[in-house]
């Protein structure tokens, strides 16, 4: 049964710093990886879907990477900004190419003025 | 991007009642939308695979008889919580995919479910 751990659960950073959010997952079989903006009490905002033939994506001062081998996966954020503030979620498919995902807690992030 | 639109956005509603909540995708069709349900500080755990046409496939430990789902076209699904408790409340939300197996994962808002 696949697994999905991140860490870690909270962040807080002042402006401007460039964080790690780490991602982890059980079964290294998986078809990509996705990761996921939630502001409170609000809906998803999909942020970098990697393939499994992929190592990087990158969007903006967003790039994640994944390792399947070791299942782990990083998103790193540049320059932060107050308005990144947000619980930043991983997800990966729960077998093969299935739609349906299996999520990470989250990671809180707090980027103070 | 693929819009995907969730209604409502929260809904109080007293312990024993039924409330809808509806999915709908925007632009473009889905054959399958996906059930979420997410509790405070814990994560999106899947309730149930929608499918347009066809009975609804539940996740384990999910009561069918009590959220029934409703895929009546292909840009629309609801999930009716029957007989609601406080135990229900909790943060619905559904995702569906403009295609497949290569694709984004597109959710709705969520829709906040307090139940008094």
């Known amino acids: 049964k696949q697994e999905v751990t991140q860490i870690p659960a909270a962040l807080s950073v002042p402006e401007g710093e460039n964080l790690v959010l780490n991602c982890s997952f059980t079964?290294?079989?998986?078809?990509?990886l996705q990761w996921f903006r939630q502001d409170p009490g609000k809906g998803l905002t999909s942020l970098l879907l990697?393939?499994?033939?992929?190592r990087e994506q990158t969007s903006g001062r967003l790039n994640a990477s994944l390792d399947k081998s070791s299942g782990r996966s990083t998103l790193y954020i540049a320059a932060s900004q107050p308005g990144d503030s947000a619980t930043y979620l991983c997800?990966?498919?729960?077998?093969?190419?299935?739609?349906?995902?299996?999520f990470g807690k989250g990671t809180k992030l707090t980027v103070n003025p | 991007g693929a819009v995907v639109s969730q209604h409502p956005s929260w809904v109080i509603c007293k312990s024993g009642t039924s409330v809808k909540i509806e999915c709908r995708s925007l632009?473009?069709?889905?054959?399958?939308m996906f059930w979420y349900r997410q509790f405070p500080k814990q994560s999106l755990m899947l309730m149930a695979t929608?499918?347009?046409?066809?009975?609804?496939?539940?996740e384990q430990g999910v009561e069918k008889d009590k959220f029934l789902i409703n895929h009546a076209s292909l840009t629309l699904s609801t999930l009716t919580v029957t007989s609601a408790h406080p135990e229900d409340s909790s943060f619905y939300i559904c995702?569906?995919?403009?295609?497949?197996?290569?694709?984004?994962?597109?959710f709705g808002q969520g829709t906040r479910l307090t139940v008094v």
């Open positions: 995702s569906a995919s403009p295609s497949w197996p290569v694709s984004d994962a597109f």
């Open positions: 079964d290294s079989a998986i078809y990509n």
């Open positions: 990697i393939q499994s033939s992929q």
């Open positions: 997800a990966v498919p729960t077998q093969g190419g299935s739609e349906k995902l299996v």
């Open positions: 632009d473009f069709q889905a054959t399958t």
């Open positions: 929608s499918n347009e046409g066809s009975k609804a496939t539940y």
